[in-house]
């Protein structure tokens, strides 16, 4: 257990291009025994943070802490990390019982048999695996495999536990289920761990805290529900969420307030609540881009009246629990959740309102969040 703090942190490899940086003046400070998120697209500079805390990497610049001591001079094995990757090999001739002992046999860690028997028992209650002791790697599921290469991890018990992408290969209905496992693992880890995904469900589902990185620098930091309902920009916006947060630019129209989006063709007021409303007015901001949820826009095969806006359906998703409306409004694309049990067919007209109540605001040139309504509910 331990809390890890990076301190102005810079990581550019040799062959990338001169103004760009893996890591870019990176600053963490995560919490003792927390689980912290990873979050971005591939790219980002996930892996290489995690590389740097591990000592795998060095920092060009900053400094890396471990329980409140500069490590940056520490060699790897002498840090009491310990890091799972995406493809977790294991070694395919040696049983689960062995595999998970590896650690605890090198001739850094090496520890009595009665001391791995008792460590290797204590993970693999936590990672259910119990009576599968015998079983070769070939022998086991790729869940199964997952769990092993989580508990050969575990079982020296680090300070520190890092996870790259562990369920990114993993079939859909897998993932999801070990998604589960891990969020019920998690709590007998007892130790600081940070997870690295792309996925944003996995990074919600599982963070205390997440940040969401891109380009080696933070765009946001906080919990799952502050990424979702008030996202620092437009990029984090699009990140959390399926489908993706509908964005258009906005102008003030002629009535009490209300916005026009412009991009539509439309001249379908959208009258913001008016706690936004009032933001807006005080900044005296006239454009915006306007974020809508797809499970915040209503639908409607039937006519509507003018104040909704007309389009056609220009794709019909299905994706288990809910279907992906893609409508086509003059050549924009709007993505509506609509529930399972909806029969459309393709270029079928369709009418939309969105739910203002829901909206969220950003500037039109940064793209930074301006407001959004409710906002003191979602602080
Ligand atoms: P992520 O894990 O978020 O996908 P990485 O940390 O792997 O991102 O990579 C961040 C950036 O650093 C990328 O532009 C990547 O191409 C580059 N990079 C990563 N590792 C190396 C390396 N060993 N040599 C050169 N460039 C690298
Ligand atoms: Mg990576």
Redo the contacts with the bound molecule.
């Keep these: 257990m331990a809390r890890i703090e990076l301190e102005n942190i810079t990581k550019?490899?040799?062959?990338?291009a001169a103004d760009?940086f893996?890591?870019d003046g990176l600053s963490l400070d995560i919490k003792d025994n927390e689980f912290f998120v990873?979050f971005?697209?591939?790219?980002?500079?996930?892996?290489?943070?995690?590389?740097l805390i591990a000592g795998i990497e060095f920092p060009e610049e900053g400094l890396v802490k471990i329980g409140g001591n500069i490590v940056n001079l520490i060699e790897p094995m002498n840090r009491n990390v310990s890091m799972v990757f995406e493809n977790y090999a294991l070694y395919p001739h040696l049983s689960v019982y062995d595999n998970i002992a590896f650690p605890m046999r090198s001739p850094l860690h090496k520890k009595d048999e009665a001391y791995i028997k008792e460590a290797v028992e204590r993970v693999v209650k936590m990672i259910k695996i119990d009576g599968l002791y015998e079983r070769k790697p070939s022998q086991l599921s790729n869940g199964q495999r997952q769990r092993v290469a989580i508990g050969r991890g575990l079982v020296r018990e680090p300070n520190v536990f890092l996870m790259?992408?562990p369920l990114a290969h993993l079939d859909a209905k897998l993932r999801h289920f070990m998604r589960g496992e891990l969020k019920e693992m998690q709590s007998a880890f007892n130790t600081t761990t940070i997870y690295?995904t792309?996925d944003f469900m996995e990074a919600m589902s599982l963070a205390d805290r997440i940040a969401v990185?891109n380009k080696?620098k933070i765009e946001q930091l906080g919990t799952s529900l502050q990424m979702y309902y008030t996202p620092a920009n437009e990029f984090v916006a699009r990140l959390f969420g399926e489908p993706e947060i509908n964005i258009f630019p906005a102008e003030a129209g002629s009535e009490n307030g209300a916005l026009v989006l412009k991009a539509l063709g439309q001249e379908a007021p959208l009258v913001p609540e008016e706690d936004a409303a009032q933001i807006l007015k005080e900044k005296n901001i006239r454009a915006v881009d306007v974020g809508v949820r797809g499970n915040d826009a209503r639908f409607s095969l039937a006519p509507r009246d003018s104040s909704w806006i007309k389009g056609s359906i220009y794709a019909f998703e299905p994706i288990g629990n809910k279907v992906i409306m893609t409508v086509d409004v003059n050549g924009e694309k709007i993505r509506i959740a609509a529930p399972n049990s909806t029969s459309a067919d393709l270029d079928q007209a369709v009418y939309i309102k969105f739910d203002m109540k829901h909206a969220i605001y950003f500037d039109s040139d940064s793209k930074v969040f301006i407001t959004r309504s409710e906002i003191e509910k979602y602080r």
Excluded: I
């Design positions: 550019r490899y040799k062959s990338m760009t893996a890591v990873l971005g697209p591939a790219g980002a500079g996930k892996t290489t943070t995690l590389k790259d992408e690295v792309h990185l080696g």
